[in-house]
């Protein structure tokens, strides 16, 4: 029996193999065209294949014991064969949201009638109700030429994906995702970062150089036409400049965000037990909240889990595993827990009551603290984002807003978003001339 099963899998083994390598061998020698009517050929209509022995090689795979949980990993493995050459090729990528979307009706292929290609049939039909599909269709939305504000297909918060790239490596990657294809998640991630931060330094210097001009010459028309640039965020003007002055600028007295956050790591530097780190943390996060909002009932909460935090180790000396825990379990009370336990009442009172930019900022206070957390915060987001994903925009705006902020924030103080060669006072300036317009 055990020979049997053993020759079972060596044979789905080498089908699985032969196709990889067939596909492998196609991608770099075909044009996209051509590659998305083979791929429908022999995975959705299941019949008249060019090669009749990758057929045959199919027919063993799906007829396997082990097919039907095994099936979705390797369909994913060959959309992604295709999907790692496309994406490093610009003429290219709009093949992607082609291929995915031969996924989305089909009824409309006309399937043959033979018993492998009804087998084909239903185990195409199981994987569009997986985790690797899901993942697809993300990374189809990434890469869409149409940008997601202007595309009338969906008002969901999922078509957004495209405009949050700290959300990819959680939202776009599965389990089994390979090397490779993390590896080409990580280069969108990168590109489509990039591009944000140029346009969000274009936006800033715009505003700058229009305030400029508009004090020279307050009544006569500008010397020279200043090309308009679009802002770059689904905030409004006023929200859009709220969230620079409070994410660049001062925020307690003469001192940035990033200023507060290393005086208090030279202070922590001081501390002994990890009891009176907690004390103190609970200090540096109270200072940016509301008096009249803290004092309700927050501040009392916010205590009562950090004093809760890794007790056995009160008297212990602080060190950085401390630090990391502890920041990381305050983003999941801040935030939300888990996927599995998405309660986020806190996150969204605290939006309420303080708005998304201060919210924002008592999260980028945790991170500035302790950057190896930031991947925990991007992962809070995904969790929202996934939670809220088929939700439609104009029921959450609470969601989008946060969203643009913590993009805003994080290209500032982890990415390239280089806005120091600014005059922040003429920009400071600016804000408070159009707030009191």
């Not at 994410?247 to 990890?274: E, M, N, P």
């Not at 009551?353 to 991947?375: E, R, Y």
Request: proline share 3%; net charge negative.
């Amino acid at each position: 029996m055990n020979t049997l099963i053993d020759s079972d899998i060596r044979q789905t083994s080498l089908a699985e193999q032969k196709l990889y390598d067939h596909l492998l061998d196609c991608v770099k020698n075909e044009p996209p065209e051509q590659m998305i009517e083979r791929f429908k050929s022999l995975f959705l209509e299941g019949s008249r294949y060019a090669d009749p022995h990758i057929w045959s090689a199919l027919e063993t795979l799906i007829s396997g014991k082990q097919a039907e949980e095994e099936f979705q990993f390797f369909l994913n493995r060959c959309c992604h064969i295709l999907i790692n050459r496309w994406q490093l090729q610009p003429d290219f990528q709009g093949a992607i949201p082609q291929l995915v979307g031969l996924f989305e009706n089909l009824d409309a292929y006309r399937m043959a009638y033979s018993r492998g290609a009804r087998r084909l049939r239903q185990l195409v039909q199981l994987f569009i109700q997986t985790e690797q599909y899901l993942t697809l269709r993300r990374l189809s939305q990434v890469m869409d030429e149409i940008p997601p504000e202007e595309s009338s297909n969906s008002q969901a918060v999922g078509a957004l994906i495209q405009r949050y790239p700290y959300l990819y490596e959680h939202c776009l990657l599965s389990e089994d995702s390979s090397y490779e294809h993390q590896q080409t998640v990580r280069q969108i991630r990168a590109r489509i970062q990039q591009r944000f931060e140029l346009d969000l330094a274009g936006y800033v210097t715009y505003q700058v150089r229009c305030d400029q001009a508009k004090r020279r010459q307050p009544q006569a028309a500008p010397e020279k036409i200043i090309h308009p640039v679009k802002n770059p965020t689904l905030l409004s003007d006023d929200e859009f400049r709220n969230a620079v002055r409070e994410f660049v600028g001062k925020v307690q007295g003469c001192y940035t965000y990033r200023d507060i956050a290393q005086s208090f790591l030279t202070h922590s530097s001081r501390t002994s037990l990890y009891k009176y780190f907690k004390d103190d943390l609970y200090e540096y996060l109270t200072a940016s909240i509301d008096s009249s909002y803290g004092k309700r009932y927050f501040n009392d909460r916010l205590y009562k889990q950090l004093k809760n935090t890794l007790t056995l180790s009160d008297h212990k000396q602080l060190n950085e595993f401390l630090i990391v825990r502890t920041c990381s379990q305050l983003l999941n009370f801040l935030v939300v827990e888990s996927s599995h336990q998405p309660n986020h009442y806190i996150f969204v009172d605290l939006i309420t009551n303080l708005g998304a930019t201060s919210t924002t900022g008592i999260l980028l206070k945790v991170v500035l603290l302790c950057s190896k957390v930031k991947p925990s915060l991007e992962k809070r987001f995904s969790i929202l984002f996934n939670h809220y994903e088929s939700a439609n925009r104009d029921g959450v705006p609470w969601l989008i807003r946060s969203l643009e902020n913590v993009n805003v924030a994080l290209s500032v103080h982890f990415g390239g978003a280089d806005l120091s060669c600014l005059n922040l006072y003429e920009y400071d300036e600016l804000n408070n001339q159009l707030l009191t317009e």
